[in-house]
């Protein structure tokens, strides 16, 4: 196996190959949120282009799997240099306000992506147009991931928002599909399986939004009396753009109440043989005799995979969610 870790500085015109003086590289993605990273760590005597802005490229065994720019430098009293680069996606960490009307996602992610001067690359097309989109002062990842929530919600289809060695790209979960089986028969250090309603779990959504006519603020609550009965009250409360009406308002309570209110159950997987095209968006199958729900195998999306390489040898971390909405996602195989 053979790494090429390639930094490019624009100001002094220079590319150096930093594989073969660092001895780790990590790469990690999230499916909802956050850039890809990668980062790695030299000692100061062997930097020696790097500054901030500087582009970075890493390959495994000619394959690409990384591009994008360094972001953070740290070094410690022992002159070790930790480089942290993120993708294309750090960049939508900014705010902006858009009106979209009669666009896709797709369309939108092209609109923000050049109005950010951003790569794209495959843009599927999910089937669903909003009739209006609208955003006032909102990060422009937060305004991308409220799109794929609600065109989920529309369609019953899961797609994944990522950056693909500099290109922004969108496409159906099911077309990221691997063979892989994670679990029994594969080789792992160490799972963890955890059900829980503390992490991520609300059953009451209050939309609040201010009425420009009355001054007053308008409340939209939005609850589940089954859950709340068994579980208690929990409630997410969110500010809406006061350009939105009544059914955009309720639509959008309606899908965060279908997608917050369940138990969150999640798989960790630590030490994996590493596989290059698994990323965060990526299904794999899982089996776990251990487990209930993955004792048979279950194709799921991944949500986090963090890989590690180092000399002659690459392992990966992953993190799966087992939502009962989700968990029969591409079937039972």
Avoid at 12 to 27: G, K, Q, R
Avoid at 192 to 219: A, H, R
Avoid at 311 to 326: C, F, P, S, W, Y
Wanted: aromatic share 10%; charged share 25%; net charge negative.
């Amino acid at each position: 196996m053979s790494y090429k870790l390639l930094v490019l500085n624009t100001e002094t015109n220079t590319l150096f190959d930093y594989a073969p003086v660092t001895e780790s590289v990590t790469y990690t993605t999230n499916r909802n949120g956050s850039a890809g990273t990668l980062t790695f760590t030299l000692l100061k005597n062997q930097s020696l282009n790097l500054t901030e802005g500087a582009r970075v490229q890493f390959y495994v065994d000619g394959k690409e799997i990384f591009q994008g720019f360094v972001f953070v430098i740290e070094q410690n009293r022992w002159e070790e240099i930790s480089v942290t680069a993120y993708d294309q996606l750090r960049y939508l960490k900014c705010n902006a306000s858009y009106s979209f009307i009669n666009k896709t996602l797709g369309e939108i992610i092209q609109q923000i992506a050049t109005d950010m001067e951003l790569n794209t690359g495959v843009l599927e097309n999910t089937g669903h147009s909003f009739d209006k989109l609208t955003k006032e002062n909102t990060s422009c990842l937060d305004i991308i991931e409220y799109g794929l929530m609600l065109t989920q919600y529309k369609t019953g289809k899961t797609f994944v928002f990522y950056d693909d060695f500099g290109k922004l790209c969108l496409r159906e979960a099911q077309n990221m599909k691997s063979d892989i089986l994670i679990g029994d028969g594969s080789v792992i250090t160490d799972y963890t399986y955890k059900s829980d309603i503390d992490t991520d779990t609300y059953n009451q959504v209050k939309l609040v939004k201010s009425n420009k006519e009355t001054g007053q603020i308008d409340n939209y609550i939005f609850r589940d009396q089954t859950t709340i009965k068994k579980w208690g009250l929990l409630q997410n409360f969110v500010k809406v753009d006061e350009n939105l009406n009544d059914a955009q308002i309720s639509e959008q309570g309606n899908i965060m109440m279908a997608y917050y209110d369940r138990v969150l159950k999640t798989i960790t997987i630590n030490g994996v043989g590493g596989a290059t095209d698994l990323k965060a968006g990526a299904m794999a199958y899982f089996k776990l005799k251990d487990v209930p729900e993955l004792k048979n195998r279950y194709l799921l999306i991944l949500d986090k995979v963090k890989h590690t390489f180092s000399v002659g040898e690459h392992t990966m971390n992953l993190e799966a969610r087992i939502v009962d909405k989700e968990v029969y996602l591409g079937g039972i195989n």
